[in-house]
């Protein structure tokens, strides 16, 4: 089951159509559109090579002109689009450097129609909110040490460039043929430490986002992506989302992982959850490593779900 795509996914008139030419790619379809970004199915002209095309495209901000380029709204939005172009392309430089089995491979990035695009390697499999929903919580505990520890090695990955991820969810953990993760979309990223000198908007996932990401004046940091790894592996065991990060600020009644679940998973792997999940900052591991250090290796020879 696929999650519905937002209302304006169908607004043609958001979208290059199929066939555009885009520096060495051309468009095949649009696959999602976001609050920042348009995406497309292409290929690369050279070899066919199927790719990923996201396109720089705040919805709010810009309008698609009869010559395909992207138009400020009106004076007031023009500035915002263009430092959000520049984030975007600052972003590109810092993903095309990732090179990590289980973080998207970025081809290359350029500036076309008055914006800017990113060519993605295109990646086969199912996200895993179809795995959640479709199993409701009945997964081996081997298979989720072995997608989301792979998914640590990604993240860790991700601060070591000095970036967050800041919208890790089940919706992008790909989770190819053979069980293998990739974590996609970085629409959200921000820099790290300088994330309060940086807001080119607030990207929030109920259930997911820490509490710190709802508050502007909030620091961000490696804490705030291991709250939504934890909420995502959280997910698999309840089957849905968790309560919203700023409720159980309010009254938490989200019964601890250790409890709820001892009976089907180790101990060890309910407390790194648990303390992956911890509602302030402060009570969480402050990076991957820490958590790592807590968190169960899966056994060499496990394959199943």
């Not at 199993?135 to 860790?156: P, T």
């Amino acid at each position: 089951m696929s999650t519905p795509a937002p209302d304006y996914f169908h607004d043609d008139s958001l979208y290059l159509p199929p066939g555009s030419v885009i520096d060495e790619f051309v468009v095949e379809r649009a696959l999602a559109g976001g609050g920042f970004s348009l995406v497309y199915l292409g290929q690369r002209l050279s070899d066919r090579k199927p790719v990923v095309i996201k396109e720089y495209f705040p919805r709010k901000l810009a309008t698609r002109a009869p010559d395909q380029t992207v138009q400020p709204r009106d004076d007031e939005s023009r500035r915002n689009l263009t430092r959000g172009l520049m984030h975007f392309l600052e972003e590109a430089r810092v993903l095309v450097r990732l090179k990590h089995p289980n973080l998207p491979e970025v081809l290359s990035f350029f500036q076309a129609n008055a914006t800017a695009y990113l060519a993605m390697n295109y990646y086969y499999g199912r996200v895993l909110t179809e795995y959640v929903m479709g199993r409701q919580g009945r997964f081996s505990e081997q298979f989720l040490l072995r997608v989301f520890g792979a998914l640590l090695d990604g993240l860790e990955e991700i601060h070591s460039h000095g970036l967050l991820h800041l919208d890790i969810t089940p919706q992008n953990i790909l989770i190819q043929p053979g069980g293998s993760p990739i974590l996609l979309d970085f629409g959200a990223a921000r820099p790290y430490p300088n994330t309060l000198n940086w807001k080119p908007g607030k990207v929030l996932s109920k259930g997911f986002s820490p509490v710190e990401q709802y508050n502007s004046e909030s620091q961000l940091g490696p804490w705030s992506d291991l709250y939504a790894f934890g909420a995502s592996l959280r997910a698999c065991l309840d089957g849905g989302a968790p309560p919203a990060a700023p409720e159980r600020a309010r009254h938490d009644t989200l019964e601890p992982a250790v409890q709820a679940y001892s009976q089907h998973y180790s101990a060890d792997l309910l407390a790194a959850i648990d303390w992956a999940m911890g509602i302030e900052p402060e009570q969480r591991p402050q990076s991957v490593a820490q958590l790592r250090a807590a968190f169960p290796r899966p056994a060499a020879s496990a394959q199943g779900e």
